[in-house]
């Protein structure tokens, strides 16, 4: 199992994101420590030397990759092809975003245990959801007006909360995709499945993690 993370320097709503101080250590280092304690073959994807630089300082090995796989438009699927194109020996591999920093190895063992044993095509890391769901024409999605169940009745639905996504080569070159053919589902808290996307977003994980919820 290899273990891939990728980490461009371009960010719209936190500058330099990856690498922004989070309880001491650069955001980008929790996740390392966490995918180093599964395999010591953990590589970062960057277009920043700084990144780079980071992330070899925490253990993790890097890609340079150019420019035109670092834009907004870039598709995670584009930049998977690419580590794989540069680690040839890759076989069974995670794909971890760097901004969920709250994941802990546990549940990557739980993944990792789910696609060893055959029955799944790609395993990924999902927070169950019981929300009642509106659309955009103002109807309900998953419930009826006048007959709103407890929620301990409804219908499960989970959520991808991007922490990891784990697939092999031969079923990410078959179908072109991260997640493809049967799926499987590792469960993870909802208070452990924030991901930083705004400065909001960072002060909450600042207080989970100082609060031990990462372990």
């Not at 589902?185 to 909450?204: A, C, G, H, Q």
């Amino acid at each position: 199992m290899k273990i891939f993370i990728p980490a461009r320097g371009g960010s719209k709503r936190i500058l330099r994101k990856n690498i922004i101080d989070l309880n001491g250590k650069p955001l980008i280092a929790h996740v390392i420590e966490c995918a180093l304690e599964i395999t010591s073959e953990v590589y970062v994807s960057t277009d920043y030397y700084d990144i780079a630089d980071i992330a070899r300082s925490f253990g993790a090995k890097t890609l340079i990759r150019p420019g035109f796989l670092a834009t907004d438009y870039t598709t995670a699927n584009e930049v998977v092809a690419h580590f794989l194109e540069q680690v040839e020996s890759t076989t069974q591999f995670a794909y971890m975003q760097p901004t969920s920093p709250l994941l802990t190895s546990r549940f990557l063992k739980k993944g990792l245990n789910k696609l060893s044993r055959g029955e799944y095509n790609s395993v990924i890391s999902v927070t169950q959801n019981t929300s009642f769901f509106w659309n955009d024409a103002r109807e309900p999605v998953n419930f009826e007006r006048n007959k709103k169940p407890r929620t301990q009745d409804m219908e499960k639905w989970y959520a991808e909360n991007g922490a990891f996504y784990m697939t092999s080569r031969f079923d990410f070159e078959k179908s072109a995709a991260l997640v493809s053919g049967n799926v499987g589902f590792v469960k993870m808290p909802r208070i452990m499945s924030f991901e930083i996307d705004t400065w909001e977003d960072l002060e909450i994980v600042k207080l989970l993690h100082g609060k031990g919820w990462q372990e």
